[in-house]
């Protein structure tokens, strides 16, 4: 036990050089706020009960926050003066659940006030989403640091829906991720809803010679077009990302090989022969979808950047 976790850290430590941040560590707050996991945990938990897109919510806005400047909590911060902030960009439809973040912060002030980062908090939500749901549980390294920057012009760092493997594979590698990253970590699409301009442009006039993009499974696309006709007025239409869209399974890659994804760079996981293999190995094994996607989500989440410990989520101390 004790051996695996040395190793866990051990690689931990080695991911943190890439960005060159904080160094993190399982025992950060320990001495400082031992109670921090149970009470955050406590709020997400409730948060679930009222509203099952939460955990969908929490596991994409960690997703979002560490591809852009670290993990460094600015996809909390609010837009102020001329500033536009990440959660004011364009992506921000999928953004949501903000509140439950405020929650956490305020529960944890009041039993160790300005210790615990509001990097920390959405990384170990992001965790507790992922439990609540039904996926694996692992232990979180913590240390992480708040930023001071948010800019709604990067988030087109993220990757777009319509993105290719190559494209794909060169966002991950920038950020020290493998392609079996990417393979599991974009399972993290088991959860949540997409609306329809995210796969708008594999239904209706793919290209010259194809209205639908024929890697899509026929009578797929044609239900697509029926939640997402053409001339869309319904600002809020869209569909759940898998059947199973509060369960957190291995399903996702089950969808992806039958050509039910819905975008096209879930499609793209198929057009070469190493992430294919990744794809069907995950879609034929809970476990290795279990373990991989743990090691990977620990590789994402240990990406840091920022400066201090905030006050408040929203704004810089
Ligand atoms: C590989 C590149 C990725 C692309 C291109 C991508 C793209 C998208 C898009 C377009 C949506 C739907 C937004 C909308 O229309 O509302 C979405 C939703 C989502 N993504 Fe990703 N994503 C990627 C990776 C990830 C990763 C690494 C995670 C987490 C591990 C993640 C977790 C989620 C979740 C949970 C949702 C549902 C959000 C909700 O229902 O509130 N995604 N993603
Ligand atoms: C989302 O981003 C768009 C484009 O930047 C902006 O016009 C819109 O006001 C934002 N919406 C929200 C809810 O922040
Ligand atoms: C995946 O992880 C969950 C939670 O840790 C566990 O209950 C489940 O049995 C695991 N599945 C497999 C096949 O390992
Ligand atoms: C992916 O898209 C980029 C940008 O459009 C293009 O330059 C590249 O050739 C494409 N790669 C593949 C493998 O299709
Ligand atoms: C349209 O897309 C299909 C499938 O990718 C492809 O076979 C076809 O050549 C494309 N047509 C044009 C004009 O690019």
Request: hydrophobic residues 35%; proline residues 4%.
């Amino acid at each position: 036990m004790a051996f695996v976790a040395a190793l866990l850290l051990s690689s931990v430590l080695y991911f943190s050089a890439f960005s060159q941040g904080n160094a993190l560590s399982f025992n950060y707050y320990t001495k400082t706020c031992p109670d921090v996991e149970y009470v955050i945990a406590q709020v997400v938990r409730k948060a679930t009960m009222k509203d099952k897109t939460v955990p969908a919510a929490l596991l994409r806005m960690h997703f979002h926050d560490c591809f852009i400047r670290g993990c460094d909590g600015s996809v909390l911060l609010n837009s102020k003066g001329g500033n536009k902030a990440e959660k004011d960009g364009p992506p921000n439809v999928s953004l949501h659940a903000f509140y439950v973040i405020d929650s956490a912060k305020k529960a944890v002030e009041v039993i160790c006030p300005g210790i615990v980062s509001c990097a920390d908090i959405l990384a170990l939500a992001a965790r507790d989403a992922v439990v609540l749901t039904g996926g694996p549980t692992w232990e979180v390294p913590k240390g992480r640091k708040d930023g001071k920057i948010s800019q709604a012009r990067e988030t087109r760092q993220l990757p777009a829906p319509t993105v290719n493997i190559s494209q794909l594979q060169q966002s991950f590698s920038q950020r020290g991720l493998s392609m079996e990253d990417l393979v599991a970590l974009s399972g993290g699409h088991t959860l949540g809803f997409s609306h329809c301009s995210s796969f708008q442009n594999r239904i209706h006039n793919f290209n010259s010679t194809h209205d639908i993009d024929p890697t899509l499974h026929p009578s797929f696309a044609a239900s697509l077009k029926s939640i997402c006709p053409i001339n869309n007025k319904a600002k809020n239409a869209g569909t759940n990302m898998d059947p199973s869209s509060t369960t957190f399974d291995n399903t996702y890659y089950k969808l992806i090989l039958q050509k039910k994804s819905l975008f096209s760079s879930e499609q793209a996981l198929l057009t070469i022969p190493r992430t294919k293999d990744l794809v069907s190995k995950y879609a034929s094994s809970k476990k290795a979808f279990n373990t991989t996607f743990v090691n990977s989500m620990i590789k994402m989440s240990s990406i840091t950047g920022g400066q201090e410990v905030r006050k408040d989520c929203r704004v810089v101390n």
